[in-house]
């Protein structure tokens, strides 16, 4: 069974910096694509960053790039994204997704229950 659980939200000021956790388990890291998306309520899904397991490539959604990073840990079966030089416009539930088509999409299989981020002085 796949499972996902986003960690680490919470209040930062402006400027400030927070990294997201995402633990997996119930699937191989090679044979999935993984990403991070956002939403506010009321709006639209937004990508936020995406690694493809077929290329390796790593993407970035515009609004954040140069400001966030991905990475991942296979051993620990876990994936981070570093925030850094946040925005109030970064405020939304962050979710952690995969799938199994190794291909970054916006209907990604699988996802995570969120955790809040909230950038406010």
């Known amino acids: 069974e796949v499972q996902l659980v986003e960690s680490g939200g919470g209040l930062v000021q402006p400027g400030g910096s927070l990294r997201l956790s995402c633990a997996a388990s119930?699937?191989?890291?090679?044979?999935?694509?993984i990403a991070w998306f956002r939403q506010v309520p009321g709006e639209a899904r937004e990508g936020v960053s995406c690694?493809?397991?077929?290329?390796?490539?790593?993407v970035y959604g515009d609004s954040v790039k140069g400001r966030f990073t991905f990475s991942s840990d296979s051993a620990r079966n876990t994936v981070y994204l570093q925030m850094n030089f946040l925005k109030p416009e970064d405020t939304a539930t962050y979710y952690c997704?995969?799938?199994?088509?190794?291909?970054?999409?916006?209907?990604?299989?699988?996802w995570g229950k969120g955790t809040l981020v909230t950038v406010s002085s």
């Open positions: 690694v493809s397991s077929r290329d390796g490539t790593t």
């Open positions: 997704a995969v799938d199994s088509t190794r291909l970054c999409s916006p209907w990604m299989e699988h």
């Open positions: 119930g699937f191989t890291f090679d044979d999935y694509a």
